[in-house]
């Protein structure tokens, strides 16, 4: 099949430095105990203040990844309180997440945002985390296929295959982030192969069958295995559980398992 799984900690609004330090210290010495052919790509997301102090610790290169939960799509100006991508890749961060739902909701992140964003992150040569998923109200009317597919297309408006190429992208049902509600394996399988049919139809099936799907909402240790031997299912983008080095760890561990 060839996609490389990747695991994604998205740490959201939570621990100062010393706490984030500690708990990419615990991860890290636990990956390196494995060989890392029997690794998936990991990233860690911790909030900007303490991406400078978890950076000095990575060993880039190795094992463990550095990524941003946001930033502005400018690179410099008169932009009072953001982060751009340039200062973001000072730290060495080399993924971004975008189009979270939680940046929808609650700081009107746009499909229009979210694009610019895309653009902005491939130009600057750091990879692109785009979210998508429907809430449950969507769900429960029957629109889930229809809003993802608008989502996916306006994420990728504008862009060349070759730049599609570069895209990972998180299937994260919004009624299964925090709730401990994980989405049916089976179903969130058939919605990712729904998303890579949209990336088909908007560049070929060679790249669709290349661009790296995750699923995200309420993955813990005990799902991942499962969620693994679907057939699109590429990983997954964690909140609560990556919070804590063993259950991370665990994610990790397991989600090369059952890959088929
Ligand atoms: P939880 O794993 O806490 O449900 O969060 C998922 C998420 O929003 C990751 O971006």
Redesign the pocket.
Known sequence: MGRKPIIAG?W?LNKLTGEAVAIVEDIKAKLDTIDSANLPEVVVCPVFTALQSVSNILEHGKNIRLGAQNFYYKDSGAFTGEVSLPMLKDLCVTDV?IG???RREYFSESDEMVNLKVKAALANDVTPII?VGESLEQREQGITDNHITSQVKKALDGLSAAEVCKVVF?Y?PIW????GKTCDAVEANRVIKMIRSVIADVSNSGIASSVRILY????KPSTIEEQMAQSDIDGA??????LVAESFVGIITGSMKSRV
Not at 237 to 242: H, R
């Open positions: 998205n959201k997440i979270h739902s939680e979210c998180a994260e299964a982030i925090g709730t995200g909402g309420s993955v983008l964690v909140g609560g559980a990556s």
